[in-house]
């Protein structure tokens, strides 16, 4: 066989050391064996973590519980933004910083080291790219001063129809929806879901799930066609919010790794459908992305699921 | 021996996603070209082979002290699944199977490339891996194992001089040597 039908290191390495590297590094196994394995790994992981001090003791619970409450009672009176309108709370954080629990106020500046996600007080969520600097204007408004953050306002969540992002370059509102924007030299919208509507002047223009507004500083906004997912919307489905399975039927989790995976849930037969109704789900997901937490899920039905572009389809197989 | 494999291990410890993600996707991989060079195992096998000695590493992840690097305190857990394996498979009832298995698994902690029933440019790189284990073989033991550290593990020259207890100079010699023989009987077979 000739090296050259292989992928393999820089023309300019010794071919002998390629030759050995050839035939000794296998990679035995695929992604899907990876991806069972890593959730396997992750979950026993999550329980050899020691829980937070607070947690170890409960004979100290309901001292602690007393002392917490005044302690916030006494937060809330003495913090100079006590009165102002909560953004939402922060659920995760990866670099620590802000800190998870810290409560986002109107009129405070959330600078984020980190990716982050914060659970808004109205319903939903906003997923921070590390490095996101943005000032918190009210309960349903924030101004994006630099990064990158990422709205999702499920269609259940209550009060969601007032939500906006203020750039440099202008007003995002949201119409229901998921919807991406970044500010750099211009301002990038990516809309995932639903629709959103950019207020710039005097001017309004809106844009539908499947499309990317760039709005530079000087000149008309530019629109082009995206795809929903893939790669590029990878690091918001690495900060998901928590969900649940418990006892969630299967078609209920399969709307939620639509959403997360900016898919469509398609059934290719009625018995995937009616089976995918009636299954309820027991145990945990936490800590998988959405392509795991499928790949999991689907390994305890008789149901099968494929990727077809923007569709997760679901078979019986029959 | 690296201060950002203990770094890693710590934040893993302090339970650090990102840390976990950056443990899974740097050594799974390189844990399971481990176990499938030395063993027969099928696809599956390794898969678990791979997820027990994760575990296994996991639950013993303060004992990491950083002595060695990473990589080599997880191959030596992985030793041991693999052995422990071993022993419970020997440890079984001898009897013929339509499949023939048997005969593997006593061969199973020799080094073995696995047999894939794969279409012809996946033959031709087995036929290849077969090329290159033959003439592994037939080199002083020493040579091979370090040329297989090298190539197959992704040890580093570092991680192979702590294990053999040589300087990094030392074992980069005894890698030029091996690398010099192996070069002799891959010519005379194949020039």
Not at chain 1, 23 to 46: D, F, H, K, M, Q
Not at chain 2, 4 to 23: N, P, W
Not at chain 2, 137 to 145: F, G, H, M, T, V
Not at chain 2, 161 to 186: N, Y
């Amino acid at each position: 066989m000739t090296a050259s039908k292989l992928p393999g290191p820089p023309q300019d390495e010794d071919p002998l050391e390629r030759t050995l590297e050839e035939g000794l590094r296998l990679t035995p196994l695929t992604n899907e064996s990876y991806a069972r394995i890593r959730s396997v790994v992750a979950t026993e992981w999550r329980k050899t973590l020691r829980p937070p001090r607070w947690q170890r003791s409960l004979r100290w619970g309901a001292l602690a519980a007393g002392l917490a409450a005044a302690l916030i009672v006494a937060a809330v009176l003495l913090h100079p933004f006590a009165n102002k309108p909560v953004l939402g709370i922060v659920s995760r954080a990866e670099s620590g910083s802000p800190r998870v629990g810290t409560v986002v106020r109107a009129g405070e500046v959330f600078l984020a080291h980190g990716p982050a996600l914060v659970e808004l007080s109205s319903g939903g969520t906003l997923r921070i790219a590390g490095g996101t600097r943005l000032e918190v204007v009210g309960a349903d408004q924030v101004t994006l001063q630099a990064g990158e953050l990422y709205v999702d306002l499920p269609p259940a969540a209550p009060r969601t129809d007032t939500f906006a992002v203020r750039t440099p370059l202008g007003l995002v509102e949201h119409l229901g929806t998921q919807f991406d924007v970044a500010v750099s030299q211009d301002v990038r919208i990516r809309v995932r879901e639903g629709r959103i509507r950019l207020r710039r002047g005097s001017a309004t223009e809106t844009a539908a799930a499947g499309t990317e507004l760039i709005v530079p500083r000087t000149g008309p906004t530019a629109k082009h066609s995206i795809a929903t997912h893939g790669p590029e919307w990878s690091w918001i489905e690495a900060l998901e919010p928590a969900y649940s399975i418990e006892n969630r039927t299967l078609s209920d989790f399969l709307q939620w790794a639509g959403r997360e995976t900016g898919r469509r849930v398609g059934f290719a037969d009625e018995r995937a459908r009616e089976i995918a109704g009636r299954t309820r789900l027991h145990g945990s997901i936490s800590g998988m992305l959405p392509a795991e937490a499928l790949e999991t899920v689907f390994a305890t039905t008789s149901l099968r699921y494929d990727f077809e572009d923007d569709v997760i389809r679901v078979s019986s197989g029959t | 021996m690296s201060e950002g494999d203990r770094t890693l291990v710590e934040r893993m410890l302090a339970g650090d996603q990102s840390a976990f993600d950056a443990f899974f996707v740097a050594y799974a991989p390189r844990v399971a070209a481990f176990v499938s060079r030395r063993s027969s195992l099928d696809r599956a096998g390794v898969e678990d082979m791979v997820q027990a000695s994760l575990i296994k590493a996991i639950r013993n992840l303060e004992s990491f002290r950083g002595e060695a690097s990473l990589f080599t305190w997880l191959c030596t857990i992985c030793r041991h699944e693999l052995a422990s394996l071993h022993r419970k498979m020997q440890r079984q009832p001898i009897h013929e199977s339509a499949d023939g298995d048997t005969a593997a698994r006593d061969t199973l902690l020799e080094l073995r490339v696995p047999s894939d029933n794969e279409p012809q440019n996946e033959l031709e790189l087995e036929a290849h891996r077969a090329a290159v284990a033959k003439a592994l073989n037939s080199l002083p033991e020493r040579y091979a194992r370090v040329l297989e550290w090298k190539y197959g593990d992704g040890f580093s020259v570092e991680e192979i001089a702590a294990m053999l207890g040589l300087t990094p100079i030392a074992a980069q010699s005894l890698l030029a040597r091996a690398r010099k023989e192996f070069k002799g009987v891959w010519l005379r077979e194949h020039a």
